[in-house]
């Protein structure tokens, strides 16, 4: 089992920065993949980025590339996702996820075994 708590969200203007923290506990966490996904209303959950369990292969959604970069520290057990230029086209609510996978990370929700319970972020115009 692995618990995973996200900080970080809030309201911000366009144009301006966020940075989302996800602390992992329980089963050693380099055994995962570590993923963002975000869901705005009305539509379905969405991959944003995603970081292999050592750090050294990352990938992004079209949309982010470009503006949001996702690292992990394992000593600390913590994914981050820096998000920068915001838009208001990226106001959601905002998951990390777990994946046991040691050839890369997984794209879609199924892939991922451990979900936290989400921090909104709100863009304003």
């Known amino acids: 089992q692995v618990q995973l708590v996200e900080s970080g969200g809030g309201l911000v203007q366009a144009g301006g920065s966020l940075r989302l923290s996800c602390a992992a506990s329980?089963?050693?966490?380099?055994?995962?993949?570590m993923g963002w996904f975000r869901q705005a209303p009305g539509k379905e959950r969405e991959f944003v980025a995603a970081?292999?369990?050592?750090?050294?292969?990352?990938g992004y959604a079209d949309s982010v590339k470009g503006r949001f970069t996702i690292s992990r520290d394992n000593a600390k057990k913590t994914v981050y996702l820096q998000m920068n230029s915001l838009k208001p086209e990226d106001t959601a609510v905002y998951y990390c996820?777990?994946?046991?996978?040691?050839?890369?990370?997984?794209?879609?929700?199924?892939?991922?075994?451990?979900w936290g319970q989400g921090t909104q972020v709100t863009v304003s115009s």
């Open positions: 970081i292999s369990w050592n750090g050294r292969s990352t």
């Open positions: 329980g089963r050693t966490f380099t055994n995962y993949a």
């Open positions: 996820a777990a994946d046991r996978n040691f050839a890369g990370w997984g794209t879609t929700v199924p892939e991922y075994d451990y």
